[in-house]
């Protein structure tokens, strides 16, 4: 049927997610795969989480795929690591605090010498 089988060689991924993935917080069947690369579902703490089951993707997660062609193979590493351009994670900021106008009011004179030479954005 086949006469070349080097065509037919699937290789399995395991991808780590990152805090900065794109796909934390959504549910795995919400990724849209290249063509002929398919689920097999996430692990999480020593256990399979079926793709039938369309579990929700957290940090630490290892999304388990297939690519059924070898030419896929570098489309499925870069879709399955995705990430934000910067640090993203739902469960802090990174932003830091700084003086508003409205503290500037508040300064007396020693405070506005030591500070004049500070910028805030």
């Known amino acids: 049927m086949f006469k070349n089988n080097n065509h037919l060689k699937p290789s399995l991924f395991g991808v780590l997610i990152q805090a900065n993935s794109v796909y934390c917080g959504i ?9 002929q690369c398919a689920f097999l579902g996430i692990l999480r703490q020593n256990q399979v989480l079926s793709t039938t089951d369309n579990p929700t993707i957290f940090v630490g997660d290892y999304i388990l795929a ?3 062609h070898p030419m896929m193979i570098p489309a499925l590493k870069v ?6 351009s910067v640090y ?9 605090a700084r003086q508003t106008a409205n503290q500037f009011d508040n300064l007396d004179d020693s405070d506005v ?3 004049s030479n500070s910028i805030y954005y």
């Open 27 to 35: 549910h795995l069947t919400e990724i849209q795969l290249p063509e």
């Open 66 to 68: 297939i690519a059924t």
């Open 79 to 84: 879709t399955l690591k995705k990430i934000h």
């Open 88 to 96: 993203y994670s739902l469960n802090s900021c990174l932003l830091e």
């Open 113 to 115: 010498s030591s500070n």
